[in-house]
């Protein structure tokens, strides 16, 4: 597997590694891998300090260390969500200068507390609002498998650094597909859990109507239970918290789409892994009930316009007060849209939201859970989602054709997991994705661990401080 953060936790607790060495080795193989453009800000000094800090703690209070999932583990926070004490988060625009936040988010407080040291800020597109992460700004994001290609958006900076091993695990955001997307480009995990498991307090300044949630891309399933088990539960936001289901081991049914429709239609290597791992879970003894696209048209089509109702509208209210012409010109334009949505346009457009949600429990009046294609081709070269012109609906278009599915699981709510099952002729991952009743995570991850187990990924660069 070439590592992942439960690894690099093990060698520190039992003392092959230090935190500090783990952070130096962090830094100098981010050093290392700068022309990737994953990383958009980086303070070594705070990052060594939290490791020493971890190594103090260690010695001196060692079940208080030991309590710590990921203690002394190094990690990226996102340049977009938080926010993170000491962090100067930008959201990739130049509107905001880089001074360090003075407080932490209730998400980020969880982080510190579960033992991750941050030592930087990864790249993202400006305000979030791509598939890629090519802010004007910069850097520019690539995604370590083939830097020719993008590492995806709008968490593309955190997945590029997971790749690439420079950190084990990074924080992420996902509105519109934003963990998922990146995930899926770069070979890792990637799960939007269920609307109000995971914190947003205390400004609630990333919620977006509920759309948005926050956790991390990571390299293993494993790693991804651990910290939403960790970051999850006690909210204390305007949902209640998700009632976590168990694990059930007996026969699931699996409703399979290999559809995305004739308008956005998904490459069939693409399509054939979606098969595959249905094929895996067949033999385990759960049974496979065959989806249509028709089951989802109107669902995936009405996603699409909320999530662009609502962060054009989200746009408009934050740089309202800021000097609007330094912004890059497509999110200008998605300002200029917010504005002119008469309320009660956005007033039909929550409440097909709600409907949305209501469509998807009824899929799983009839299913357990829905294995679907995360994206419709192998990641895009770099420049396939220029910033630099003001056509709103061209921008949503072309990233609806390559994760046409992606917005589904942010309106309605429903958690989602995306992981690589095989990779393409180009040695590019093959991912597929899983999606569940709301509190599901329990059983939605044991499933993406039996598709893991199967051993059709492996990752092409270790974990700094880990040997290869």
């Known amino acids: 597997m070439q590592g992942d953060a439960t690894e690099l ?13 783990a952070m130096q080795i962090s830094l100098e193989t981010a050093a290392r891998h700068e022309p990737l453009g994953a990383i958009a800000y980086l303070d070594g000094a705070m990052g060594l300090v939290a490791a020493q800090g971890c190594d103090r703690e260690r010695r001196s209070a060692p079940e208080r260390f030991s309590a710590r999932p990921f203690a002394g583990v190094p990690t990226l ?15 990739g ?25 941050l030592f930087g800020l990864t790249t993202s597109p400006e305000f979030g609002l791509s598939l890629a992460s090519e802010p004007a700004i910069g850097p520019v994001c690539r995604n370590p498998l083939d830097p020719t290609r993008t590492a995806g958006g709008s968490s593309g900076g955190a997945a590029a650094a997971v790749a690439a091993g420079i950190v084990a695990i990074a924080h992420a955001t996902d509105a519109g597909g934003s963990i998922r997307v990146p995930a899926a480009c770069c070979g890792l995990v990637g799960m939007k859990p269920t609307r ?3 914190p947003g307090g205390p400004s609630f300044g990333n919620h977006l109507a509920g759309i948005a949630s926050e956790l991390a891309v990571c390299r293993s399933v494993r790693d991804t239970a651990l910290i939403f088990d960790r970051l999850s539960g006690n ?47 067949e033999k385990d003894g759960h049974a496979i009930v065959p989806l249509a696209w028709a089951d989802f048209e109107w669902s995936a089509a009405a996603s699409g316009r909320a999530f662009a109702d609502i962060v054009s509208v989200n746009l408009a209210a934050l740089i309202e007060a800021l000097e609007e012409s330094r912004a890059e010109p497509l999110t200008q334009a998605f300002a ?52 630099d012109h003001a056509d709103t609906d061209l921008h949503l278009e072309r990233m609806t054709a ?53 051993g059709r990924w492996q990752h092409r660069f270790p974990v700094a401080g880990l040997p290869s």
Do not use: Y
């Open 9 to 21: 936790v093990a060698a520190i607790r039992h003392g092959s590694l230090s935190a500090a060495e």
């Open 77 to 91: 926070a996102k340049d977009l969500g938080g926010p993170f004490r000491g962090l100067p988060v930008t959201a």
């Open 235 to 281: 909210a204390r936001g305007p949902v209640p918290d998700p009632s976590p289901a168990d694990v059930d081991t007996g026969r699931l049914r699996i409703g399979l789409l290999t559809d995305t429709g004739p308008a956005h239609p998904t490459e069939g290597d693409r399509l054939a892994a979606v098969t595959d791992a249905a094929r895996v879970l």
């Open 336 to 387: 200029r849209r917010g504005r002119a949505l008469a309320a009660i346009a956005l007033w039909k457009t929550l409440n097909d939201a709600v409907l949305v949600s209501h469509a998807v429990w009824g899929l799983f009046d009839t299913v357990d859970c829905i294995l679907m294609p995360m994206l419709a081709s192998a990641p895009l070269p770099i420049g396939s989602f220029p910033s």
């Open 93 to 117: 625009s130049r509107l905001f200068e880089r001074k360090g936040g003075d407080a932490d988010s209730d998400l980020a407080s969880r982080f510190r507390d579960a033992g991750f040291c």
């Open 402 to 454: 390559f994760a046409p599915l992606a917005c589904l699981a942010n309106v309605s709510g429903f958690p989602a997991l995306t992981l690589p099952f095989g990779q393409d002729q180009h040695a590019m991952p093959l991912p597929v994705q899983l999606m569940m009743p709301m509190g599901h995570e329990p059983r939605l991850l044991s499933l993406a661990a039996r598709l893991e187990a199967e």
């Open 196 to 198: 109000g498991a995971i």
